[in-house]
């Protein structure tokens, strides 16, 4: 693994994303959940986070959209300085998904739709208007008068999908968007990330452990260990190796 390539990437001028330095370290713990870490993510460039429970990915996260602030270090968001900026104009450009599907039970899916793209500031006719449009796409047109109990596991997940891209950001971030899930319903969610990175082009990073999502991916994979971050060239190879296999079979 190597860690000067995790900050050394610099195809675009301005990354998408950017950790310059970064040290976290919550109260009453002994060590740093993140020590000087630095990670530079192109714009549309679509990465992995990978570690052991507890290494820090979801803290990546959270450090990327605001959610935690770092003690030492800078997090930019396309060349925005998070310490700087008003949250709310950050969070207009970015598109979050949790591992728990977060839905209002007492919305159906296309208001849960909806709702989120209000939220962000959208006129309440463009938001119904595209809440349709993103039900389709993440092929649930079909259960937009359902409510949330009334959906699968998978079916609640793609309508969190929905809700997360309505505005079309520029960047998405996900944290084990796949992992309350059977693998038919990650499957389905992973050909809904290659189908919008596809079309417009976003940056993606999405924490995981699913081995399977990334064997198949292709994707640039970055790991969590002690404090830092590195670019996994074991993760990658493994999966070159299996795509190999796979064509010669």
Do not use: C
């Not at 990175?197 to 994979?221: C, F, K, M, Q, Y």
């Amino acid at each position: 693994m190597s860690r000067a390539d995790v900050a050394s990437r610099s195809q675009s001028p301005v990354p998408a994303l950017e950790l310059d330095g970064v040290s976290k370290r919550f109260p009453g713990t002994e060590r740093s959940v993140l020590a000087d870490a630095s990670l530079r993510v192109n714009v549309g460039e679509w990465l992995f986070l990978v570690g052991h429970s507890g290494a820090g990915k979801s803290t990546v996260l959270k450090t990327l959209y605001g959610a935690v602030k770092p003690d030492r270090g800078h997090v930019r968001v396309l060349g925005t300085d998070l310490a700087s900026a008003r949250h709310f104009r950050v969070r207009q450009r970015l598109g979050l998904l949790f591992q728990s599907f977060d839905l209002l039970p007492q919305k159906s899916a296309f208001e849960n739709v909806a709702y989120g793209a209000e939220i962000l500031g959208l006129p309440p006719r463009e938001a119904k208007a595209r809440a349709g449009d993103m039900l389709d796409a993440v092929g649930l047109a079909y259960a937009s008068a359902r409510f949330p109990h009334q959906l699968s596991g998978g079916e609640q997940q793609r309508v969190g999908l929905a809700r997360a891209l309505i505005h079309r950001p520029p960047v998405v971030l996900a944290d084990e968007p796949t992992g309350n899930l059977d693998i038919d319903a990650a499957h389905a969610i992973h050909g809904i990330f290659e189908r919008i990175h596809r079309d417009w082009n976003p940056t993606i990073v999405i924490a995981t452990h699913s081995l399977e999502l990334i064997r198949w991916a292709g994707r640039r994979v970055v790991r969590v260990q002690d404090g830092a971050l590195f670019d996994d060239e074991e993760a990658v190879g493994r999966r070159a190796g299996a795509v190999a296999a796979e064509e010669t079979s």
